[in-house]
């Protein structure tokens, strides 16, 4: 039996449970369902971007990256030139994600020209130290579905780490909306 | 002329069966009426009648021109039968003083006869010619319901909209505005006779105009909206309480109500009120059981068709595909506070004065409002102040300027009651004066909503229909674009309502329906940077064998945080073992909480479909994979976009046999190449959704990525028209 000052609170619960229990009666919820049959496959080493942390972006390089991978990114030096393919040329960027370290721009670095497939689509802004997530759009008669496409980054600087000439630190580049 | 004559028809049809069947359950309901009472109160006891008879054809599938004509003929028979149109003596109210009848006289004459010419005019109203008609037509087209899950409003209960149906069979668009009409003209009758009948008829004549001529009451009423029934039918009801009515029929009233508009529901606390103060149980008991008759078609039509009773409301009570709870949390927000309404305070001057931001006003006549509470020295005046603030109540859950229709008469009444009796026919002369058309420009910089033009060329066909429609109505000439060039049985997506009366293509508009938010939401994943799939969640764990694994949401935002509104959402949920993926099996069973129907989509391998939580972000949200036995796994990615900066995850996992345990805590976040067929991708998982065409208008946020990368999205433009472009999906 309720003691004295609990009335009100079975009260209130018998509410609370008429009101859940007319929810649960009212409430239509699905079971658990298997997945559904797959229609598609996500493609995490697409030919038309390279993230630099991955081996697999060794495919995408042809000169002047390194094949070392520290953490997720790896050098670039003063001609770094990367070959990609895509398969939608309309409304497509290219972009490219960037360190410029202290070394680059005390060695005089101020920009880094970008081209595709041998045009001109723009310098990077490159003349303070720091991270830079650069697009720009690609002229659609620049590109050519499933043919290979050849992306240059052309820096005006380059400096001495021990023997090894750098660059800027390359995190990731390539086509994307 | 004939079109003018086929609407008049279909108006003053409906009217009349409604009419008929009023007298019918006014002679039963044995109550002592004034001839004047009478021949008001039928129509409006009538409608609910009518309007039951009518939902009862279309759940039954049975609206067809041949079956309204006979069920009208029938009723008028059964009327006749019943007497209904011999005239009767009844009791002789107090007479209006002979200056009253000349003012009210001459003004009600003048509003009416602009009122019939207004509703008469093609319907370019938005809401009239967009849902409210756009349902009837589609009705009337398939002869009764449908499951219409592209539009909440659809799952508003429609009351008025069964009448309109009747009107729409024979008239079309006007006839249907007409028969709203006759409720905005009823009202001001009803309000004089109350007066006549508590002995105040100069307060009662006042009061009537002070409502028939405010500028938001004359555009609403001769549109096809629904306020001016409401606020009809809630002075009726407090006329029938306060005149003894038996509880059936007061009840019914109530009911009917709720079956205009759902924030109408308060009506039944009146008479309940009444009866509870006296004690009387059984006809409180009768009162909710008419009521509950009356209503009870709507809450039952919503749980079969969607779901949920109180649809498009209470989306987090009963869960369901057709309206997401973050619609409604977005929606309530906005409709309390509309753009530019930082305060409160400004509503009395917007209301009154202004009227741009609140969609029309009443007129500055009703900045004597808040003297209305000197009627709170009569008892008749108590009770329209109770009725005022009973029906006023749930005005803040809509602060446009029609949403106080409901309240609107009994305001006007205590205003009547308690302003002195001389000025009343001054001010009464002047608000008339001042709401007619187009007076507010005169006196207002910038007016809202209102009848500006007395269409009268229009009205009675002089000037082509279709030509004035493509002058006045917005998205008329899209609404015929789209008739034209897509098929029968097309499903045309667009950003923004048009007026879909005039179309018989199925208009899906983006944010109206859970459906339509979820294909819009595929355009938007492929579009906008922040809702594509850009960023990998990469939990890590030493490997194990799991039974199921889920990922559960794990932040509350305190109100007011500017991630408050996130809304979760995975793309793609995979399971790795030693750098491979596990993919799915048929033994899997996937399961979230909220939006368990969405769950598929984050295991479907399209790049573009996201399961989303479709309610903003609180702690204990899941996404689950059972896998019907033991899976070894050491690794769990998550696809994600970056639109819900606010998500904090953790990973569990279930070992067999075991209970629920912590895997890992927050994710490790790497970025994803973006398929650069997204667009693609999504139209076409648009297509499979149903959709066939796509119209965009030059000043929707879509239009520029849509319209230069036509060819990425696969979409084909077809015409165009007034800024509207017509996509086939290839």
């Known amino acids: 039996m309720p003691r004295a000052g609990q009335d009100a609170a079975v009260k209130r619960a018998r509410w609370i449970l008429l009101l859940a229990l007319l929810q649960a009666g009212c409430a239509r919820l699905p079971a658990p369902v298997p997945p559904p049959a797959r229609r598609g496959a996500l493609n995490d080493h697409p030919a038309h971007y390279a993230f630099l942390r991955e081996r697999a972006a060794d495919a995408r390089i042809v000169e002047g990256v390194d094949r070392e991978i520290h953490d997720d990114w790896r050098w670039a030096g003063r001609r770094a030139v990367l070959r990609f393919a895509v398969d939608e040329t309309q409304g497509i960027q290219f972009r490219v994600v960037i360190i410029v370290p202290h070394e680059f721009v005390q060695a005089g670095g101020r920009r880094i020209e970008v081209r595709i497939g041998g045009n001109p689509l723009g310098g990077i802004d490159a003349s303070r130290a720091g991270y830079i997530d650069w697009k720009q759009p690609v002229p659609e008669e620049w590109l050519a579905p499933g043919k290979e496409i050849r992306a240059e980054l052309v820096a005006d600087a380059e400096w001495m780490q021990g023997n090894e000439r750098r660059g800027y630190i390359l995190g990731s580049a390539g086509f994307t909306l | ?730």
């Open chain 2, 1 to 730: 002329m004939p079109k003018a004559l086929s609407v008049l028809f279909g108006a003053g049809f409906t009217v009349l069966c409604a009419w008929a069947l009023g007298r019918m359950a006014l002679k039963r309901a044995r109550m002592e009426l004034a001839q004047g009472e009478r021949q008001v109160l039928a129509f409006v006891c009538g409608a609910p009648l009518l309007s039951l008879l009518m939902t009862g054809l279309c759940a039954a599938g049975a609206v067809y021109d041949a079956v309204l004509l006979a069920a009208g003929v029938l009723i008028l028979a059964a009327a006749w039968k019943d007497g209904a149109f011999r005239r009767e003596e009844g009791e002789r109210l107090e007479a209006l003083p002979r200056p009253w009848q000349w003012l009210f006289g001459a003004v009600f004459s003048v509003y009416a006869g602009v009122a019939l010419l207004a509703a008469m005019a093609p319907e370019i109203s938005p809401d009239g010619s967009g849902y409210h008609l756009g349902f009837v037509s589609r009705y009337y087209r398939e002869h009764g319901f449908v499951r219409i899950d592209t539009n909440m409003y659809a799952a508003l209960s429609q009351g008025l909209e069964m009448l309109f149906l009747m009107a729409f069979a024979f008239g079309r668009h006007s006839a249907a505005a007409l028969v709203h009409c006759a409720f905005y003209l009823a009202l001001p009758l009803l309000m004089l006779r109350f007066g006549q009948r508590i002995g105040k008829p100069a307060a009662g004549a006042a009061a009537g105009l002070f409502f028939l001529c405010a500028p938001v009451a004359l555009i609403d009423g001769t549109s096809a909206y629904t306020d001016a029934a409401v606020a009809c039918v809630a002075f009726a009801v407090v006329y029938l309480t306060e005149r003894e009515a038996p509880p059936w029929l007061t009840g019914m009233m109530c009911g009917f109500a709720y079956a205009l508009k759902y924030t109408a529901f308060v009506a039944v606390l009146y008479p309940l009120a009444r009866h509870a103060w006296r004690k009387q149980w059984r006809a409180a008991a009768v009162l909710c059981a008419a009521a509950a008759i009356t209503a009870a078609p709507w809450p039952l039509r919503n749980w079969i068709y969607y779901g949920n009773p109180a649809a498009p409301l209470m989306n987090r009570i009963w869960p369901n595909e057709f309206v997401h709870a973050s619609f409604e949390q977005e929606y309530v927000e906005l409709m309390r506070r509309y753009p530019e309404i930082e305060s409160y305070a400004q509503l009395p001057l917007e209301l009154t004065v202004k009227g741009r931001l609140l969609a029309g006003f009443w007129g500055p006549l009703f900045l004597l409002a808040p003297l209305g509470l000197l009627a709170l020295r009569s008892a008749a005046g108590r009770r329209m102040v109770a009725a005022a603030a009973l029906f006023g109540a749930t005005y803040f859950a809509n602060v446009g300027a029609r949403f106080l229709m409901p309240a609107a008469p009994f305001v006007s009444f205590a205003m009547a009651l308690g302003l002195p009796a001389p000025l009343l026919p001054l001010l009464a002369g002047v608000h008339a004066v001042a709401g007619f058309p187009d007076m507010p420009s005169r006196y207002m910089e910038a007016p809202g909503w209102r009848l500006a033009k007395i269409p009268w060329r229009a009205a009675l066909r002089i000037e082509d229909e279709q030509e004035w429609l493509a002058r006045q109505s917005d998205g008329y000439r899209a609404a015929r674009l789209v008739e034209m060039l897509t098929p029968p049985g097309a499903l045309v997506l667009a950003f923004a309502s048009i007026p879909e009366s005039y179309t018989t293509r199925e208009i899906a508009v983006g944010f109206q329906s859970g459906r339509g938010e979820r294909l819009l939401d595929l355009i938007q994943a492929a579009m906008y940077s922040d809702m594509r799939p850009v960023r990998e969640a990469v939990f890590r764990m030493p490997r194990q064998r799991l039974s199921a694994l889920r990922v559960v949401q794990t932040n509350t935002p305190r109100r007011g945080d500017e991630r408050e509104k996130d809304l979760w959402s995975i793309f793609e949920m995979r399971v790795f073992a030693g750098g491979k993926e596990i993919p799915p099996s048929p033994g899997w069973r996937i399961w979230a909480q909220p939006n368990p129907w969405g769950a598929g989509l984050a295991f479907d391998g399209i790049a573009v479909t996201r399961w989303r939580s479709w309610e903003r972000i609180r702690s204990g949200m899941f996404l689950l994979a059972e896998f019907g036995g033991a899976v070894e796994a050491d690794e769990v990615r998550l696809l994600m976009s970056e639109d819900q900066r606010g998500v904090r995850m953790r990973l569990e996992g279930q070992p067999a046999g075991g209970g629920w345990r912590e895997l890992s805590g927050e994710p490790h976040w790497q970025g994803f190449p973006v398929p650069l067929t997204l667009r693609r991708m999504a139209m076409q998982e648009v297509r499979r959704g149903g959709v066939t065409h796509l119209l965009v208008r030059e000043s929707d946020h879509q239009w520029e990525d849509l319209s230069r990368n036509r060819r990425a999205w696969g979409i084909r433009e077809l015409g165009a028209v007034d800024g509207y472009h017509l996509f086939q999906l290839e």
